[in-house]
C-alpha cells in the first residue's frame, strides 16, 4: 500500500466519522456524501481511466439511477423553508385565563423578522376584543414585510460542506428536473451552510475542510493536494498522521498520479 493510498483511508474513515456525527444530516444526503466519498478516496476504479466519472461510479455506489440522483441533489438545495405549523386557532390572550383564544381563524397574516427575514404566522377569528387586539399586530407585520432582509436558508446546504464542485450548476438542474422550477436561485448568503449567518436558536453546521472535485481542461480530476479532512482528534488518529507525514517526507512527497477523468456533465441525463 502506498503513502497516498493510507493517506486517502485516513480521510475517508474521518469523512465518514464526521458525516456520521452531523445529527442533522438527512439520511439521502448522508448517504449520497459516502458515496462520494469511496468514489473519490478508496473505490480501487479511482486509477481506471474508463470508469473515472465522477457522476456515474457514485451512481454505481448507491445502485439508483438518475431520477433519483438528482432527487437527493434536490433535497439539498439552500432554501428558506417556511414552518407550516399546524392550525392553533386564533392568538388573541383570553382575559382571565393564560391562554390564547383558539376559536377557528378568520384574519391570517405573516411578521417577517428584520433580522432574519423569518416569517411568523397569526392568526385571529371574528369576536371584536380579537380583532381589536389584532390591528396593531396586523400594521406591524405590514411593515415587516418591506423591510425583510432575504430569509437566511434554513434547509440544505450540506453537500458543499464537505466537497467542492459545480454545487449551483447541480442545484440548478435538480430543481428544473425534479421540481420544475427554473426560479431559483442561489441565496445571498451561500451554497454552503457553513456561510449562513448564525441565528437565534439554532445550531450551526461546522465548518470542514473539503475534498475538491476539479475540472481541469474539462475533465474532472481529484486533487492529489486535497486539503486533510477534519481528524478525529484520538490519540490514534494524531499518531497515525505524525507517522504517514513522516514517511511521506521521506518519499518526498511522490503521490500516486491519478488518470484525467471525463466532465460529470455526460453522465447527467435522465433516464
Do not use: H
Not at 423553508?81 to 386564533?90: A, H, I, K, L
Not at 380583532?131 to 411593515?143: C, D, L
Not at 434554513?154 to 459545480?166: D, Q, R, T
Amino acid at each position: 500500500m502506498s503513502p497516498d493510498d493510507r493517506d486517502a483511508m485516513l480521510r475517508y474513515d474521518e469523512l465518514t466519522s464526521r458525516v456520521f456525527t452531523e445529527r442533522r444530516m438527512p439520511t439521502g444526503t448522508r448517504d449520497l456524501l459516502l458515496a462520494l466519498g469511496w468514489v473519490t478516496l478508496r473505490d480501487p476504479r479511482r486509477y481506471q481511466p474508463d470508469r473515472d466519472l465522477i457522476w456515474v461510479r457514485t451512481r454505481d455506489a448507491l445502485n439508483v439511477d438518475n431520477k433519483r440522483m438528482w432527487q437527493l441533489v434536490a433535497e439539498d438545495v439552500p432554501r428558506y423553508e417556511f414552518p407550516r405549523e399546524p392550525m392553533r386557532g386564533c392568538d388573541a390572550p383570553m382575559v382571565r385565563v393564560e391562554r390564547t383564544c383558539g376559536r377557528s381563524t378568520v384574519y391570517g397574516f405573516d411578521e417577517f423578522d428584520p433580522a432574519t427575514g423569518w416569517a411568523r404566522s397569526w392568526g385571529f377569528c371574528n369576536r371584536p376584543r380579537c380583532r381589536e387586539y389584532m390591528r396593531p399586530i396586523e400594521v406591524r407585520a405590514k411593515e415587516s414585510r418591506k423591510r425583510a432582509p432575504e430569509p437566511i436558508p434554513n434547509a440544505g446546504g450540506l453537500l458543499p460542506l464537505f466537497f467542492s464542485w459545480n454545487w449551483e450548476e447541480k442545484y440548478r438542474k435538480a430543481m428544473e428536473l425534479v421540481r420544475y422550477s427554473r426560479s431559483w436561485e442561489p441565496p445571498l448568503y451561500g451554497l454552503s451552510a457553513d456561510e449562513w449567518p448564525a441565528v437565534p436558536g439554532k445550531e450551526k453546521p461546522k465548518a470542514f475542510p473539503k475534498l475538491r472535485l476539479a475540472a481541469s481542461g474539462g475533465d474532472v480530476v481529484v486533487e492529489s493536494n486535497a486539503p486533510a479532512l477534519v481528524t478525529t482528534g484520538t490519540a490514534q488518529a494524531v499518531a497515525a498522521r505524525s507517522n504517514l507525514r513522516a514517511e511521506l517526507r521521506r518519499a518526498q512527497f511522490s503521490v500516486v498520479s491519478l488518470p484525467r477523468q471525463t466532465s460529470p456533465s455526460k453522465g447527467d441525463q435522465v433516464t
